[in-house]
């Protein structure tokens, strides 16, 4: 009967879980996000200016890859819950827990402002076509906020197995 004695552990992989479903859906919004925003400021440029459609889709294509790297940790997350091949504890929860959480909120607030950069951005390149170096780094620097959550994610998510000597 020594397998039914309650630890705490038993509900560690729900926070494993959780911390990839978190990375997925939150980066997933706010790639969802930046793509609407700045495929709307691309329709309304392209009424009055189609030549530039094609140059001004890259806000739309860096909040796709947002997407991504939500899809990247929620998989190394995925993939490091095993209780039955190795012990899952509550450390290991926490940790892609906090994974989860960083890289898919960073995704969502690159994603909110590449969507409002978006926006803005085509439209008045539209007008003044000198702007398109300005705006292409600004929006470099927004999709680099969702990098540095990447990261965070991947080393937060390495800390998980480290809670106990093996």
């Known amino acids: 009967m020594a397998g039914s004695i309650f630890s705490g552990d038993e509900t560690a992989p729900f926070f494993g879980f959780l911390g990839a479903a978190a990375a997925l859906v939150f980066s997933c919004m706010g ?4 793509t609407a925003k700045s495929g709307v400021g691309v329709a309304s440029m392209g009424v009055m200016r189609p030549e530039l459609v094609m140059k001004s889709i ?9 997407g991504i790297y939500g899809l990247i940790i929620a998989v190394i997350i995925s993939t490091g819950i095993n209780p039955k091949a190795k012990p899952y504890f509550l ?3 926490y940790a892609h827990l906090s994974s989860g959480l960083a890289c898919g909120l960073a995704g969502l607030a690159a994603g909110m402002a590449i969507g409002i950069v978006g926006d ?3 439209r008045a390149n539209a007008q003044q076509p000198k702007l398109f170096v300005g705006m ?3 929006l470099i620097f927004a999709e680099a906020l969702a990098l540095y959550g ?3 994610g991947i080393i937060l998510s390495s800390r ?4 106990r000597a093996d």
């Open 31 to 34: 790639a969802a996000y930046g």
């Open 58 to 66: 890259v806000p739309v294509v860096m909040a796709g890859v947002l």
């Open 91 to 93: 450390f290991d929860g």
């Open 120 to 122: 803005a951005g085509v």
């Open 136 to 138: 292409i780094l600004i």
């Open 150 to 152: 990447l990261i965070v």
């Open 160 to 163: 998980a197995g480290q809670s």
